[in-house]
C-alpha cells in the first residue's frame, strides 16, 4: 500500500537511530568460515527452512548448515503497510511468468510478476501477513490422496506448537496455543471500512467467526503474523532465539547450485557459491532443501532429478526420473472496486503516510502503519458451484482498504506490471478517491501448470507457467465470485460511505452488456493476479503414484537417499486459505519426524461440526443486491454513450 522510497528521505534520521534496535529484532548472524562437513545442510531459510533450523538444532548432538541466497531482513521490511514496496528490491527473487494464454490481458507482454522472498526468512519476509491455516477438509484430503499422518487432527497440533496467539478472546477457544514462537495477533487499529466488513457479511448471511476454528465459512478481521505492531517473519520468530546455538551455522549470500550425489544416489553435500567463489560441503545425515516452490523443483532438476526427456533435452545426467516441476498451481484473484464519498475512512498513502503515524508506528506499535498489506476483511464464500451444505468455501475475500491507485500510482501498478491502458482508464479516475476493493481468491484451482528449465545456468530464471484459467470451470465459479463480491461492497454496512462499485468500462470487454456474466469473465480475463501461493511442484504422494515427487515423509522418492524436500513445493493440493502458516506446520511436523517422535493426534476440538451454525447465506438477497448494481452501471453506461454522441 505504501512506497517507501519516496517517503524514505523524510524518515532518515529516525531510521539511523532505530537501526541501532535493528539487531536483537533481526537475526543478522552470519559466519564467513564454515565446517566441511555437517550432520544436516537445510538449503534456504524460509519459512520452512527457518523452523527446521531452529527445531534439528535443538537436539546439541547434531550439526547443522543452513544456506541462504539472500541477506537478513530488517526494521524497514517489518513496516506491515509497506509489504508491496519490498517488491522488485534486491531481496526479492522477481520472477516473470510466461506469458499468458488464457488470461492477464491487462498485464505488460500478458506476464505476472511472481515476487519471492530472497533473505532469510524467505517469503515470510514479503508476505502479506495473514495468518490463516487452511480447512479441516484439505488435510483430510491429502491423506485421502495417501499421505498417512497428515489428517487435520495429526497436523493440528503442530499449527499449535508454533503459535503464540496474542488475542486473548481467540487464544483459548480450544484451536490455538500461546507460548511458541510465532506471534499471531489481531490487528491493533482498524479502519472504518474495516471494521465494516464483518458487518455486510452477516447481512448476507455470513457469521463473524475466528476463521481457523471449527468453521471456516465466515467473514472476519484476519489475525495476522505480528509481533508488537511489526512483521513476525520466520526469520524474527524462529531463527533470532537460535543465535546462541553452537551448532548452528548459518550463512547469507550462499546460493547453492547443485545437489551432490555419490553411486549410490545418496545425497554427500552440496555445491554453492558464496561472492563469486564456489564452494563444496558435505553431509552426513541429510540434505534438506527448503528453497520454495519454484526454487527447489529447480535445483532438484539441476542435480538430474526431473522428467527424464527435459532432462536429456539438457544433457544432465539423470539420477531419478521424477515428476519434478508438474503439478504448478495457484491462488489468484480478479478485481473487484468500489468508490467512496465519504473521507478519511479508508487508506490513502498521501493520508495515511505522514510524520505523526510514522513516529506512532515506531515508538508504540500502533496506527495505520501495523495494518498488515492493507488488507483489514477475509470472508470465506460459497459460489452457488460450492456444496450447500458443506464447510468448504470455494473463494476467499481479501478486502484491501484501498485500490491500486491509492498510492497514486507510485507502486502497486509498477510490481503488479498493469498496461498504461488499463490503469489510465480504469484506476486513474478514482485516485482522489477513498476506496476499498473485494478480491475473491480462487481456492481450488483446477488449473495446472509448470516449471522447468530454462537453461543449465542456474543463475537463469526457470520456465514458469501456470495456465491460469485454462480450464472452463475455473473461470465459471471466478464470475460468481465476482457478483458476491459485488453485493458485498453495496451492503448497507458500506453503503453508509457512499460506496459505489467502479463504474468505468474495464479496455478490451466493450463488446459485452456491463456485468454481464461474459463481461465479468473478461474483467478476470484481463486482471487477475496471484495471491503469491504457487505450490505443488515437488508433489508429497505414495511411492507407487506416479505424480508423486517424495513420500509421505518427504523424503525424495526414485531410489535416492539423504534428500528431503520441505517447504511449500510438496503440497499434493493447496490448503484453502493463505499458505505461510501451513508451511510452517509441515517443517514442524517433518522437525519431528526427523527427530523419530511426533506429537499425538487431537481430536477436533469444535465437538460435532453437524450441529453448529455455518450461517444462512442469503443468495437471493445476494443476487437483488447484484441486479440491482447492473441496472445501475447499465444506466450509467447508456448515459455515457449519449453524453459522447
Ligand atoms: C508478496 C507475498 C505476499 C504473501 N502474503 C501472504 C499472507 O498474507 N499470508 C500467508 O499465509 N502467506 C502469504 N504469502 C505466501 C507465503 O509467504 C509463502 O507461501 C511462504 O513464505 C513460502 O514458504 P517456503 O518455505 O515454501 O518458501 P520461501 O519462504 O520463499 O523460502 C525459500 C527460501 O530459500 C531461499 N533459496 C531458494 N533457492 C535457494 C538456493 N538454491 N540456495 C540457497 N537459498 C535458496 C530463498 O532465498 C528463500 O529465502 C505471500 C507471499 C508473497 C511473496
Ligand atoms: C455436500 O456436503 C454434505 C455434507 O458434508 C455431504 O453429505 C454431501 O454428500 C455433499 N454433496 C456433494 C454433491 O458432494
Ligand atoms: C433473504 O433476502 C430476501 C430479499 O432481501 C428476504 O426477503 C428474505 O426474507 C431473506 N431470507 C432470509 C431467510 O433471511
Known sequence: MVDIATTLPAILPLLAFLYVRNFDQSYTVSRNNWDLEYDFIIVGGGSAGAVL??????????????????????????????????????????????????????LINRRMHWPRGKVLGGSSVLNYMVYIRGNRRDFDNWVRLGNVGWSYEEVLPYFIKSEDNRDPSIAFNGFHGVGGYLTVSSPPDVTPVGLAFPEA?????????????????????????????????????????TKDRPNLHVLTFSYVTKILFNEDKRAIGVQFDRFSLTHVVYVRKEVIVSGGSINSPQLLMLSGIGPADHLNAFGIPIIADLPVGNNLHDHIYPGVHFSL?????????????????????????????????????????KTKYANYSDDFPDFQIH???????????????????????????????????????????????????????????????????????????????????????????????????GSKLFSRIIPGCESYPVLSDEYLACQARTYIQTIYHPVGTCRMGPADDERSVVDPELRVLGGVKGLRVVDGSIMPVITSGNTNAPIIMIAEKISDLIKGVQLPPMRFPGGDIKRMSVGQINYTKIYEIFEEAKQEFAALTNMQKRVNK
Not at 473521507?343 to 495494518?371: C, D
Open 399 to 497: 478486502l484491501l482498504s484501498g485500490d491500486i491507485s491509492s498510492d497514486d500510482g507510485q507502486n502497486f501498478r509498477r510490481v503488479q506490471g498493469i498496461t498504461r491502458e488499463l490503469y489510465e482508464q480504469y484506476y486513474l479516475p478514482y485516485t482522489s478517491f477513498d476506496s476499498f476493493s473485494f478480491y475473491p481468491v480462487m481456492l481450488h484451482p483446477k488449473s495446472r501448470g509448470f516449471i522447468r528449465l530454462r537453461s543449465t545456468s542456474p543463475y537463469d530464471p526457470p520456465i514458469i507457467d501456470p495456465k491460469y484459467l485454462t480450464h472452463p470451470d475455473d473461470i465459471l465459479s471466478m464470475v460468481d465470485a465476482m457478483k458476491i463480491c459485488i453485493a458485498g461492497g453495496l451492503t448497507p454496512a458500506y453503503r453508509k460511505f
Open 341 to 381: 464519498e465519504a473521507k478519511g475512512v479508508s487508506i490513502v498513502q498521501r493520508r495515511v503516510v505522514s510524520l505523526p503515524n510514522i513516529i506512532k508506528y515506531f515508538t508504540s506499535g500502533r496506527g495505520p502503519l501495523t495494518i498488515i498489506g492493507g488488507i483489514e476483511g477475509l470472508g470465506f464464500i
Open 53 to 106: 533450523a531452529n527445531r534439528l538444532s535443538e537436539i546439541s548432538d547434531w550439526k547443522i548448515l543452513l544456506l541462504e541466497a539472500g541477506g537478513s531482513d530488517n526494521i524497514l521490511s517489518d513496516i506491515p503497510l509497506a509489504a508491496a514496496s519490498l517488491q522488485q528490491t534486491p531481496i526479492d527473487w522477481a520472477y516473470q511468468i510466461e506469458p499468458q494464454e488464457a488470461s492477464c490481458f491487462g
Open 201 to 241: 457479511g452477516k447481512f448476507l448471511g455470513y457469521p463473524n467467526i475466528d476463521l481457523n476454528g471449527p468453521i471456516q465459512t465466515g467473514w472476519a478481521i484476519p489475525q495476522g503474523t505480528v509481533r508488537r505492531g511489526a512483521r513476525c517473519s520466520t526469520s524474527k520468530a524462529f531463527l533470532l532465539p
